[in-house]
């Protein structure tokens, strides 16, 4: 397995629409390099336009960091339904390294998606993993978590962005 780069904000890539994955066994590889490059960073979720890759495919693994491994790799994932109730959280972004921001999302979602061996899975997730899924998600539509804040928190968080070089 290889490490692959992770782009930063401001890079363009990021904001790019991904698009779907048409056969599955051509991003297996991929799938792994993300795993090892995601747990390398070390981050729980990585996205395919993260690395440069504008296809529909992210892993996760919310919860590595206080217990065992237990990896997702999602293809063209989708959301098909979420709970109307919403919960603020800290999330950090391995392209926006060392800005840590609060954002508002639903706490529940259903998923759909389709696995590193062509499986079709569709869960209900809450918790960190709604979190990540939601986040990583984002990132295949070309949005990043400053989309998400108000305009006082998306100015303050320029102001920092810029303070260390990335604005």
Not at 33 to 39: F, K, P
Not at 109 to 120: S, V
């Amino acid at each position: 397995m290889a490490r692959l780069p992770i782009l930063r904000h401001p890079n363009p890539v990021l904001r790019r629409v991904a698009l779907p994955v048409e056969d599955v066994a051509t991003i297996r590889a991929l799938a792994a390099d993300m795993l090892d490059t995601m747990y390398a960073a070390p981050g729980r979720g990585l996205a395919g336009p993260q690395v440069g890759v504008l296809r529909r495919i992210f892993v996760m693994d919310p919860g590595w960091k206080e217990g065992a491994r237990d990896p997702f790799v999602c293809i063209n994932p989708e959301i098909l339904g979420a709970s109307g109730r919403t919960e603020a959280g800290v999330e950090g972004c391995l392209s926006i390294p060392g800005l840590p921001l609060e954002v508002e999302r639903p706490a529940e979602i259903t998923l759909r998606w389709t696995d590193a061996e062509g499986t079709e899975h569709t869960r209900n997730l809450d918790g960190a993993a709604a979190r990540c899924a939601q986040h990583e998600l984002d990132h295949l539509n070309g949005r990043l978590i400053l989309d998400l804040l108000d305009e006082p928190a998306r100015q303050a968080a320029a102001q920092r962005l810029i303070a260390m070089g990335c604005g």
